[in-house]
């Protein structure tokens, strides 16, 4: 229902008027009936009132007030057909009274007649040339009917009653361009901003227009006006800002681009492709620290939208913290876990920190949510394994090798583990098969991980030995290798070449692992110095999970050897 037929209620001021005109022209007996259709429509008695109304119009028959009481009954009754007939009435009895017919234009609306609106809003505005809501049902006529000249020529009219605001601009440049003409309409902004300098729709509006068609020359020599004009308009600032920092200002671009994240106005997508711009541009030596407040700003603002929490989990990877990198990925699962990139994200970053429990609960998510996919049941097959379940590894093995396609790279991991499986089930010959199967697919690539494995098993040490030296002598410096020597040294038994070896290391990522600190541990402990390895395992404890007995080494403060 339009809202200004709630004004219409108040049919005191009606009954009034009636009684003032009716104590001259009628007897007491029709005011009477009268004034007791009114009570009975304040106290919606409506069908009462209804029949006290017509037994007044059965004695006159062309009272407009009357006709005027029964509209707004059958307003209330939603009867439409019925209150426009007596709208009509009305207004035709009374055609000096401008409310009756400005209810009848409202009328027409409602019935969808508006043809017949506009003509009696037309009217209206003759009579009262500065009324603005003549105007606005005009306007609202014509735009139903598909008349943007006449909607034109009605907003020309009424800026020469009430004078032009950038309102009326705005609403003429929509029109012109309706009707096709894009240049009559751009030359209206671009004289009506001039006129009204300090008001920043006008030149958005121009911004908006050239960008649309292209015209990226003249948009962006506005941008820089509209950012100035309107400081909170985030749009322009984010459009401002990318425009400076393609172009090689990147300072002053990101002042921009940054309060523009922060303002109101962008849509959650337009602050992400920034943040994703920002976050993963190559050009720069490391990310910028500036960036956290902004993604943090990104979580709170939107805490049930996955988009925030990824590009959070995006700038805390790249930024190298990853253990915040892996709390925003996991929270935008929580938001939508139907998104498995960024489960395999989670599930390879927990392997990189040996987070080997939080690894096993979310790769069996992973797997539950997503059972066509290869990756989550091959990171179950190794956590089984770490486990010694390797049963429970061959199974999900031979799933994830029945559901991957054309990835030699994931295959030659599920070999790898498929043998260790079998060597942990003492089945050699087939154990040793998959492991060289493994490394014919990936070349060199798991070498050290085929090697690791043969140490594990305490298998041709000395052979697996020799070849890490001699790869050693080609890279001196491979920390990795160096570790890989240790590890097949210290199962050996050659305790002292395992620590002088493991020494040598000296890169710090690897240095913070809990497998280096651990074995670091183990090799103290058959040199005799328990206090040593104690403090080696603790340090592996709080880098990581370890391997299954770490947490029995610390709490028996000795030696367990992995079953």
């Not at 990226?216 to 749009?235: I, R, S, W």
């Not at 240790?486 to 070449?497: H, V």
Request: proline letters at 3%.
């Amino acid at each position: 229902m339009n809202k200004i037929y709630s004004v219409l209620v108040i049919m005191t001021l009606v009954a009034c008027k009636v009684q003032e005109t009716a104590a001259v022209s009628q007897d007491p007996l029709y005011i009477k009936q009268f004034h007791s259709g009114v009570r009975n429509m304040l106290n919606e008695q409506y069908e009462v009132a209804i029949q006290d109304f017509k037994a007044c119009l059965g004695k006159q028959p062309k009272d407009a007030a009357v006709h005027y009481a029964l509209f707004q009954i059958y307003l209330k009754q939603d009867r439409y057909q019925e209150a426009a007939f007596h709208t009509e009435q009305a207004a035709a009895f009374d055609p000096k009274n401008l409310h009756y017919r400005r209810e009848l234009a409202f009328m027409y609306q409602q019935l969808g007649r508006h043809q017949d609106a506009a003509a009696v809003f037309e009217a209206l505005l003759k009579a009262d040339p500065k009324n603005i809501d003549y105007y606005s049902g005009a306007l609202k006529s014509y735009q139903e009917l598909n008349k943007p000249s006449k909607s034109y020529a009605l907003i020309e009219q009424m800026e020469k009653q009430l004078g032009e605001n950038p309102n009326t601009v705005l609403e003429k440049f929509r029109l012109l361009q309706q009707m096709g003409k894009d240049k009559e309409g751009v030359a209206l902004l671009e004289a009506a901003r001039l006129r009204f300098a300090s008001e920043p729709s006008i030149l958005a509006n121009l911004v908006d227009y050239y960008f649309r068609t292209q015209n990226y020359t003249a948009g962006f020599g506005l941008l820089k006006d509209l950012v100035e004009a309107d400081p909170q308009n985030g749009v322009a600032l984010l459009m401002y800002g990318e425009m400076l920092y393609r172009s090689g200002k990147l300072e002053e671009g990101k002042k921009y681009l940054h309060a523009g994240v922060l303002a109101q106005g962008p849509s959650l997508d337009q602050k992400m492709n920034i943040l994703i711009m920002l976050v993963n541009d190559k050009s720069q030596s490391a990310v910028d620290p500036k960036l956290e407040p902004l993604v943090q700003y990104m979580t709170q603002t939107y805490p049930n939208e996955a988009k925030a929490h990824s590009i959070a989990g995006d700038y805390y990877y790249v930024a190298g913290q990853i253990k915040a990198a892996i709390a925003s990925y996991q929270q935008t699962l929580r938001c939508d876990p139907n998104l498995f990139p960024v489960w395999s994200q989670v599930m390879i970053l927990e392997f990189e920190q040996a987070s080997w429990t939080n690894l096993l609960k979310d790769a069996s998510s992973c797997a539950e949510l997503f059972p066509s996919q290869p990756l989550p049941f091959f990171f179950k097959a190794m956590m089984f394994n770490r486990k010694g379940l390797y049963a429970a590894a061959l199974e999900n093995l031979f799933l994830a090798k029945g559901l991957l396609i054309n990835d030699n790279a994931l295959l030659a991991e599920i070999y790898l583990q498929e043998g260790r499986a079998l060597l942990g089930l003492k089945k050699q010959e087939e154990g040793n098969a998959a492991l060289k199967e493994a490394l014919s697919i990936s070349s060199n690539d798991l070498e050290l991980e085929y090697l690791h494995i043969l140490a594990a098993n305490k298998m041709e040490l000395p052979k697996t030995m020799q070849r890490l030296q001699e790869s050693l002598t080609k890279d001196a410096s491979n920390a990795q290798v160096i570790f890989e020597l240790a590890f097949a040294a210290f199962q050996s038994g050659a305790y002292q070449m395992a620590w002088q070896e493991i020494q040598k290391i000296t890169d710090t990522k690897l240095l913070q692992t809990a497998s280096l600190q651990e074995l670091l541990g183990d090799i103290y402990f058959h040199l005799g110095q328990v206090q040593e390895a104690n403090n080696c395992w603790q340090k592996a404890l709080n880098f990581g999970e370890g391997s299954i007995v770490l947490s029995e080494k610390i709490s028996k403060k000795t030696y367990v050897q992995v079953p």
